[in-house]
């Protein structure tokens, strides 16, 4: 039995649409609506953050509140890393998919001599920077922070000075870059994607299992293949975005994309990932209550989220 502690990072700095620091509050309501005790059961820390930065202008236009996300980065590297430290399994309830990254950073300062894989269930790659990125927002770049990946030959952007040395920053959180190479990484489900993210993942044949091949071969045998594939990896951390799921079970989450999988399948695919022993941290994001209705977005999120903790507490 695992020794499992909650860290919950209620910022949205990272995210173009407002909202996503309340959905950790709103996954707490839904398991107050089912009668679970589930928050009161295990230890929980809450990383402080600095959400008043989006009362201000968004600053850089290609990596918009960069100077903020470098904070969260570092206050999370360093809560995940302390509690990696402390043998305890953290459980990151997450706000925006950017400060993932932190998340990343901390195992990594905790294992920096151990071998690191990722398995991201997103909609999206988020291998942006911002030499590439669209928006400016940061949520769209955690994997490329992680990889150390600036995408220079898909460049469209040119970021000012400033940018470029806060993305520097970001990089080298925890002193570790890159945290990951492209072999270390499998994409689950992501459908929505740029020519620019395109580009690194077949530069890099980052493996991606489409919705028809998860439909085609099972969620049990993705789960298998996913976790075979990065089996050259000590450790591995499983990074979990709400959008993964279909956008008419998703409502309540900032990016939404046709084409997703069930929640069935999501809690499937999660509790199966968790059956291994390789499995250091699991990562929950994006939920958003303002975009939902009767909080059906944050009660799939709970579901999911006991899956995988009865996996880790039941091993």
């Known amino acids: 039995m695992r020794n499992l502690k909650i860290i919950e990072v209620k910022s949205e700095l990272g995210a173009g649409t407002r909202g996503a620091s309340m959905g950790i509050d709103a996954i707490k309501i839904a398991a107050l609506d089912f009668g679970s005790r589930y928050f009161k059961q295990y230890k929980s820390v809450e990383v402080p953050h600095e959400n008043h930065l989006l009362l201000e202008s968004a600053g ?3 990596a918009k509140r960069i100077s903020g996300v470098l904070t969260m980065l570092e206050r999370v590297s360093e809560e995940v890393s302390r509690t990696i430290k402390s043998e305890e399994f953290p459980i990151v309830l997450a706000g925006d998919h ?4 932190g998340t990343i950073a901390g195992i990594k300062i905790a294992h920096p001599k151990l071998k690191l894989g990722v398995i991201w269930i997103d909609a999206h ?16 770049m955690p994997i490329a922070i992680s990889l150390a990946e600036d995408n220079i030959e898909s460049k469209v952007n040119k970021p000012d000075q400033e940018t470029i040395n806060y993305w520097y920053q970001l990089k080298n959180v925890g002193g570790i870059s890159p945290k990951v190479t492209p072999k270390d990484i499998v994409f689950i489900n992501v459908r929505d994607t740029e020519k620019q ?3 690194l993942m077949k530069k890099f044949g980052i ?12 969620v049990e ?22 959008d993964c799921m279909d956008a008419s079970i998703s409502k309540g989450t900032g990016t939404p994309v046709p084409n997703g999988i069930t929640e069935k399948e999501a809690g499937n695919l999660v509790a199966r990932l968790m059956q291994s022993n390789k499995v250091c941290c699991f990562e929950m ?20 989220l006991l899956r995988a903790t009865n996996q880790l507490i039941n091993d």
């Not at 950017?98 to 990254?101: F, P, V």
């Not at 493996?207 to 099972?218: P, S």
């Open 207 to 218: 493996k991606n299992f489409t919705t028809t091949e998860i439909r085609r071969k099972g």
């Open 60 to 62: 850089n236009q290609h």
């Open 197 to 199: 993210e395109d580009y």
């Open 125 to 140: 790659a988020d291998l942006h920077t911002p030499y590439t990125t669209p928006s400016g927002n940061v949520h769209g």
């Open 98 to 101: 950017s400060t993932a990254a």
């Open 285 to 304: 994001v994006e939920i958003n209550p303002t975009l939902d209705k009767e909080n059906l977005m944050a009660e799939n999120a709970f579901e999911i």
């Open 221 to 242: 045998k993705v789960a298998i293949e996913a976790l075979s594939l990065i089996d050259h990896c000590d450790i591995i951390y499983v990074s979990f975005d709400v």
